[in-house]
Each structure stands twice: as C-alpha cells, then as structure tokens.
C-alpha cells in the first residue's frame, strides 16, 4: 500500500510539474537544458503516453538539436495535434543550431498529419535561417489550417520576411487549391527589422490571405513606403480588428494612406498608432476616416506623433459618436499647456474626459517651421531610401552567406566520427562565433562565446564609418557590462576599445557626429529627426567613463560631455551611481581637454 501511494505522489507531482491540461502538455519556464536524446527522456515518455496530445509548451527552457531530434520523433505519430507554443526556447544556442532543429520538429509534425492552429515562435533570435528552418513546415498540409502566427522579436530581418512571405502565398495558394484556403487570423511580427521591403513582401501574402482579425508589427524600422503597402493589404482583411503598428515612421505620406484604408473597415476595435510619427496632416486624415467610418472603434494611439493643438482637437472631435470606445491616446504631441487643457476641456465636454490618457509628457508647441520641416523631412526620406535598399540588399547577402557558413560547418561536424553524446554539441573550432546573433541580441554568455578574438571579430562587423550603427554597438556592448564578473568585464571593455580606437581615428567632425548621436540615444539630446532613445542601464554609463580614460577618446569631446552629463535628466536617474560617478571623471578631467 506504501508502494502505490509512494507511485500515486510521484505522478501527482510529475502531472503538476507538466501542468498537463486537456490535450496539453506543458514544461512552460521550467529553465531546462536539454543538449542530447537523454536529456529529453522525460519529455519523450510524455509526449508518447499522452492520448490525444493536442498542444506542446516549450517556452522557457533551451532544446539542442539532437535533443529536438528525439521530441520530434516521438511526435511524429501525434495526428491530433494543433497547438506549438515554442517561444523563447533556443535561449543561449548558436543560431547555426536552431534551423535543424527546427527542421526536426517541423517535419515530424508533418508526418503525424498535424493540422496546426497556433505556432508560436516568438523571442527566438534565429534570423532569416530560422525562418527557413520551418519554411516548408509553413508551406505543407500541416499549416493550412493555422489561425495564429506568432513571431515577435526573432531578428527575421528583410530576407527573413521575404521568406515568410513567400511561404505563406504558397501555403495559401495549395491550400486553395483543395477548396479551403489558409484561413490566417492572429500575425505577430514585432521587434524583427523588417523595415519596407519585408514589410511590403508580407502585405503582399496579406493581400492574398484577407481574412486577418489582428496585426502586430510594431518596431520594425518600416517608413512610408512600407506603411503604405500595409495599408493596401489591410483593405482586403475586412475582419481585421486590430492594428499595432507602434514605432514605425508613417510621416504624412503613410498616415495618409493608412486613413483613406480605414475608410474601407467597420469591424476594427484598436489602432496602435504610436510613436509613428503621423505628423498633423495625418492625423487629420485619420479623424477624417473616424468620422466616416470605424463605428466600433475602443482604443486608439496617436502618441508621440508631432501632433499639433487643431489636429488633436480634429482627432477628438471624430471620436464623439464612438460608443464604444475606451482609450484616446494623444500623450508626448505638441500642444503646449493651452493645447492640453483645450484637448481636455473638448473631451469633458462631449462626456469623454476619463476617456482620454495622460498628457504629461507633452512636446510644448511646435515651431512655426515645422510645416517646412515635414516636406524636408519626406524628400529627404525619398532620397534615403534607395541607399537603404542597397545597404539591405547588400546585407541580405551577407546574412545568407553566414547562413552557407553555418550549413558546411555542420555538414563537416557530422561527417567527422564522434560519440552520440556530442552530436547536439559540437566543438567551437567547428561552430564559428556569431557576432551578428550577439550585436542583434546580446547578453553576456554570446560574448563570451566569441571566444579570443572577439574584440578583432566585432571590430570587423562594425561599420564605424556609419555614425548610427557604430553609437547602435556601444549601447548593445555596453549593455551587457557586469562590473562584478572580471571576465565579462573585460570582455566588454576589450571589445569597445576596438571598436571606438577604430571610430575616434577618423575626422573630428564624424567623431563629434558620433558623440552627438550617442548624446541622443542616452536621451540626453533631443533629435530633430524621429529618434526613440534607448533605457539607459548602467553599464551603458560605466564603459563610456572607461572610455573617456583612455588614449584614443579626443579630449575635445570631455567638455561637450560633461556639458550634457552636469545637467539633470530623467533618463538617467535610474543609474544615479554611473551617472555621479561619470559625472566626476568628466569633471576630473576637464583641464585637460
């Protein structure tokens, strides 16, 4: 009796342990490390004892490839599957791992005769390889019943949607086909550089798929171009009742483009239009399409946007009639305290005033040359584009011959004997180090990886004749500064000495360019371009005082520094200690300079 009761605990604990649900099986945040088949036993004896398995969690934990391997196996008969939810599960893998075993688990689900609802791959940074890791997962009878695709933060970049793009037009169309076509109703693709030519490749596929309910693709450096694309594709998913395209730049253009889409929508409930910087002309289209359409509209964010007093006053005025809605966000614009308390008095008026957000981080009235600005600003854009297109291009290229890198490299690592316990970890001399995985998404252990020769590797990625990549990869190093681990330490010092001996040996005038952005993203100077500054952290702080010590860093440049340091600000008030502590260096050596 001791016995059974001894087995009936332990499978009590194993069931909570799984939190196994009807038709779930789950070791979500579980932090486990599975490297090889034997690690995954546990996993592989679920999954093969489960009747009627219908969903799988992964999230939270790290999974090798001959560990995905053995987990696919044991899925390949699992005809009832639907659901993968695989975020954040690679975590601390080379990304040369993650597209076979990708490809594994793709293919199992596949076999099994799967018929996907969900898959959700959000918060791994596998890049354009990892897209086509589970290109033809996406293009098989296994996905042309899939209704949400999740696939936030997974540094795609431009190939990387094109792919997806691609993908899903050919799941569709074969899908089609048999009389019922991909039926797509949740995509998420925030945080992924898509920027114009992926996002206008996705438009494409949504153009074809047309039964969207939501869009997620905040941040994803998308301009104008891109924007307009978008707004297209969002006429033909009549569904669609949200659209987040937070931190993108519309400018006017795509404002204006995105309202005259609106028009053509009766079923949108949220519009994420936030720090897109729709400017007063496009906010003024989109309370021209409030007016006229949009009837069960609940939220709406304009913030951040370079909005002035009269387009706001527009903006509230077409929401009046809207009964359902709950949330007007205009915070961070440019209406000065009369314009807010205008804005406000306007919205109490109409019975609407705990409908509207705060305002407290208003931008004051805009200058009267804004208007002057904005065309600038466009042409100027137009004009950029075209060499963003070729830096893309030229980008892309590079990323798949990484990709061609990865793939011999592990063609030369299975070909050579070794034990079956080493195949999901293969020696660094046959993986090389990944500095792109690492300035995408640092942290210290990537670093650390690199090996050696990091600072020389890193040094060579980094373009310090491109002001704003360069201020980019010393926030990105910097940021995974520890000053309580030595090795991390050092690595991060070694690492940006290289990189800014490099940049501060070039002309005065591109070094002042370079402290002037890094001023900028340390939120210590306002742009006159769109530029969201970064959550400083204090290893952001405590290696530019390292900097400022050293041989290479242009005594010129202390008193700007100090100028800027001296004053008080926000954006820093989380890291007092660097902050003083920078402050006093600077300080310390201003008769120097």
Same mark, same amino acid.
């Given at each position: ?129 990892? +897209? ?135 079923? +949108? ?165 990944? +500095? ?111 900097? +400022? ?45």
């Amino acid at each position: 009796v001791r016995m059974a009761l001894d087995d009936v605990a332990q499978l009590a604990a194993s069931l909570a342990r799984t939190q196994v649900g009807e038709g779930e099986l789950s070791y979500k945040g579980q932090g486990l490390k599975l490297d090889n088949a034997q690690s995954a036993e546990e996993i592989v004896k679920a999954i093969r004892e489960f009747e009627g398995l219908q969903a799988l969690r992964l999230e939270g934990n790290t999974i090798g490839v001959e560990a995905a391997q053995a987990i696919a196996k044991a899925l390949e008969d699992k005809s009832d599957f639907q659901c993968c939810y695989w975020s954040d599960m690679f975590t601390g893998r080379l990304r040369s791992e993650i597209p076979p075993a990708l490809n594994s688990l793709g293919a199992a689900l596949m076999t099994a005769g799967a018929r996907l609802k969900v898959l959700d791959l959000s918060d791994n940074a596998f890049g354009p390889d990892g +897209v086509r890791g589970i290109e033809e997962l996406l293009k098989s009878t296994a996905c042309y019943t899939l209704q949400e695709l999740r696939l936030n933060n997974c540094g795609m970049g431009i190939g990387g949607g094109k792919i997806l793009a691609a993908a899903l037009t050919v799941c569709h169309k074969k899908s089609g086909e048999l009389g019922a076509p991909l039926s797509l109703k949740v995509f998420i693709a925030g945080r992924n550089r898509l920027e114009n030519d992926g996002a206008t490749a996705l438009a494409q596929a949504f153009q074809l798929i047309g039964t969207l309910e939501e869009i997620h693709m905040p941040q994803n450096g998308i301009n104008h171009a891109g924007v307009a694309a978008l707004a297209n594709a969002v006429q033909h998913n009549p569904q669609l009742r949200v659209l987040n395209l937070n931190d993108n730049t519309f400018t006017k253009k795509g404002a204006i483009a995105m309202a005259q889409a609106l028009k053509h929508l009766r079923s +949108v409930q949220v519009i994420n239009f936030g720090d897109c910087l729709v400017r007063s002309e496009g906010a003024i289209a989109i309370a021209d399409a409030l007016t006229e359409g949009l009837p069960i509209l609940k939220e709406l964010n304009l913030s951040f946007g370079e909005i002035a007093e009269d387009a706001a006053l527009a903006v509230a005025k077409s929401v009046k009639h809207k009964d359902q809605l709950e949330r007007l966000d205009l915070n961070g614009n440019c209406f000065g305290e009369d314009g807010c308390q205008n804005l406000r008095e306007l919205m109490q008026n109409m019975n609407m005033g705990d409908l509207l957000g705060s305002l407290s981080d208003d931008e004051g009235e805009p200058e009267d040359d804004d208007d002057d600005d904005d065309d600038d600003d466009e042409e100027e854009e137009d004009d950029d584009e075209d060499e963003e297109e070729e830096e893309d291009e030229e980008e892309d290229e590079e990323e798949e011959e990484d990709v061609d890198e990865d793939e011999e490299n592990e063609e030369e690592g299975e070909d050579e004997p070794s034990k079956p316990s080493q195949m999901s970890t293969p020696s660094s001399a046959s993986r090389p180090p990944d +500095v792109s995985s690492f300035l995408c998404f640092p942290s210290p252990d990537k670093l650390l990886r690199l090996g050696n020769k990091r600072a020389e590797l890193i040094q060579q990625q980094v373009d310090v004749a491109d002001v704003g990549r360069t201020v980019e990869a010393f926030l990105k190093i910097s940021s995974v500064y520890k000053e309580d681990n030595p090795e991390v330490k050092a690595a991060v010092l070694e690492s940006l000495d290289a990189v800014l001996r490099k940049t501060f040996s070039l002309p005065s005038a591109q070094t002042f360019s370079f402290i002037s952005s890094l001023l900028v993203m340390l939120g210590l100077l306002k742009s006159e371009d769109k530029v969201k500054p970064v959550a400083v952290v204090a290893g952001h702080l405590q290696c530019l005082e390292h900097a +400022v010590k050293q041989d290479y860093f242009p005594r010129e440049h202390i008193a700007v520094l100090y100028a800027f340091m001296a004053r008080q600000n926000k954006s820093l008030e989380s890291c007092a200690i660097a902050r003083d502590s920078l402050r006093s260096t600077l300080q310390r050596l201003q008769p120097e300079s």
